[in-house]
């Protein structure tokens, strides 16, 4: 385990999780939560909106060893605190559904990306009232703090998985073409039945009228069992935290999941038997 495994172990930091947790769910963001998710670009907004504080801030240091720049300096640090805004509140909005270990992570993370907030405010004040070297000095400081940030977000996403699309692996779990999953009776009408198909957990829904439904199981945002989710108008509720996916095409139609849930094609032959496939499996 390295040291940075260890601060999802951290289970002192549960005390802070908590409430916080409970004050972000609580934000009357409306359809705006869905944005900051990344809902309509198809993964996660957060990283997306770090590039400018980042950028800004590297920039303002390169500027900083530049003879004659300091002006230019002072406005990219104070760009890098006005757009390191909506950057944390978007990352505050993931952090909010996400498992206790990364969000354990997620705080320490925050809190690094926090001090360099302050650093840099301090920073931008300074130069204004030209106390240019404590300017700077703040300036590479900040820089430090939103490195470890950097670094621990990193850790996050890749070590953590936090972020990523767990329906991923599905199609290379399969192999192409069509797959006996049960007989029709095997289905009752209106109720959500867990099927396995080799590697991959399935959730197959018979509607009223008959038509029949496949999608993989385990939800994309954090795999979630989508079989013990809620079925109303067309769509399935993850039970974890609430992504609501459509049945007839699997797009996700509410967050916190940005990707959609693998749909299968579905054929039922004369002798009842039901049959799915995968178009992009293989
Ligand atoms: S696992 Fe989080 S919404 Fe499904």
């Known amino acids: 385990m390295t040291s940075l495994d260890a601060l999802s172990r951290l289970e002192k930091l549960d005390a ?10 609580g934000l009357p963001l409306g359809r705006l939560r869905d944005v900051l998710h990344g809902l309509p670009i198809g993964h996660p907004l957060h990283p997306v909106l770090v590039q400018i504080p980042m950028g800004a801030w590297l920039s303002a240091a390169v500027l900083d060893v530049v003879p004659g720049a300091g002006r230019n300096a002072r406005l990219l640090v104070g760009l ?5 805004a909506p950057a944390a509140l978007a990352g505050w909005v993931d952090w909010a559904e996400q498992h206790e270990d990364q969000m354990r992570t997620g705080l320490v993370h925050a809190a690094s990306v926090a001090a360099a907030i302050g650093l840099y405010a301090g920073s931008w004040v300074h130069r204004g009232r030209g106390r240019t070297a404590l300017g700077k000095a703040l300036g590479f400081a900040g820089l430090c703090a939103a490195g470890t940030g950097g670094m621990l977000g990193g850790h996050l996403a890749f070590r953590q998985a936090a972020g990523a699309n767990k329906a991923e692996p599905v199609p290379h779990l399969l192999e192409e073409g069509w797959h006996p ?8 009408v209106g109720e959500a039945v867990r099927r396995e198909l080799g590697e ?5 829904i018979r509607e009223p009228g008959g038509r029949i439904h496949v999608l993989a199981e385990r939800c994309s945002h954090l795999s979630g069992p989508l079989s013990d989710g809620k079925i109303a ?18 797009a996700n139609i509410r967050g916190p999941a940005t990707a959609p849930q693998p749909s ?17 499996a293989g």
């Open 16 to 25: 802070v999780i908590n409430p916080a947790q409970r004050a972000v769910r």
């Open 80 to 84: 890098g605190v006005l757009s390191a």
């Open 181 to 188: 999953v049960g007989r029709v009776e095997d289905f009752p």
């Open 200 to 204: 991959v957990p399935l959730l197959v």
């Open 233 to 250: 108008d067309g769509c399935v509720e993850c039970p974890w935290h609430g992504s609501i996916f459509r049945l007839s095409d699997g």
């Open 264 to 280: 299968f094609q579905v054929r039922l032959d004369d002798d009842g038997t039901v049959h799915v496939r995968l178009p992009s």
